[in-house]
């Protein structure tokens, strides 16, 4: 069996030329202030992943059945109509934060924001804050 390759992993693309690229004068802002919410959360520097990912930190996954990768510990999608914040559902607090985030939709571990001006950001610094701490309890470095 051919040995899993992902699709999604870092480049050497600058984030910063990624999003002054972004034609939208909203979606450029909001995703401008979303680095500086993740760079503050993460104490990391913003880094591509794939073409369109900006991901921040990373953590190595192993699943049981051997897959196994790298994969930015927070990041963000900035895509139209919304951008798009990833952000795990599994930590404490998460559906009581949601409640009190604004004006979103969500998938698995996706949060699809129109604008920033729809939502309360202290409440996404606490869903991050929230996300990236799990992330790592749950995948510690090892040192690989």
Do not use: N, Q
């Not at 030329?17 to 760079?39: G, N, P, Y």
């Not at 880094?47 to 049981?64: N, Q």
């Not at 051997?66 to 895509?79: K, Q, T, V, Y």
């Amino acid at each position: 069996m051919a040995k899993y390759e992902p699709r999604t992993k870092p480049t050497d693309v600058s984030p910063a030329r990624f999003i002054d690229a972004i034609e939208d004068e909203t979606l450029r802002k909001d995703s401008r202030a979303i680095v500086a919410l993740m760079k503050s959360v993460t104490g990391e520097s913003p880094k591509m992943w794939g073409p369109t990912i900006v991901g921040f930190g990373t953590y190595h996954y192993k699943y049981a059945s051997g897959h196994e990768g790298d994969a930015p510990i927070a990041g963000f999608s900035p895509r139209r109509p919304k951008l798009v914040v990833y952000i795990t559902p599994d930590f404490p607090r998460y559906e009581a934060l949601m409640a009190k985030l604004g004006k979103y939709t969500s998938g698995k571990v996706c949060v699809y924001i129109k604008s920033l001006k729809d939502i309360d950001m202290k409440v996404l610094e606490e869903m991050v804050t929230g996300s990236v701490a799990y992330m790592k309890k749950m995948y510690p470095p090892s040192g690989r």
